[in-house]
């Protein structure tokens, strides 16, 4: 059960609004990520929206569709 209000429940409304969730990496950050799928390491800022599978994806995409990143 999701609590109305909570960032969760905001995610999956914005997904099925087509819209980008409120839940996602920080527009400012200089931190390091790397991509789960590839290994590649970027700026967390570098992430991006995939529109057409609602979900935050390697810098790398459509090369990569790494889906997950970690802290570096």
């Known amino acids: 059960m999701m609590i109305p209000g909570s960032k969760q429940s905001e995610d999956m409304k ?21 991509c789960k799928d590839c290994g590649e390491t970027y700026m967390e800022k ?7 599978t609602g979900t935050w994806t390697c810098k790398h995409h459509p090369k990569c569709d790494g ?3 970690l802290p570096f």
């Open 14 to 34: 914005a997904r099925k609004d087509g819209t980008i969730p409120p839940f996602r990496p920080d527009p400012h950050s200089e931190k390091l990520v790397v």
């Open 46 to 52: 570098e992430i991006k929206w995939n529109p057409k």
């Open 67 to 69: 889906v997950g990143w």
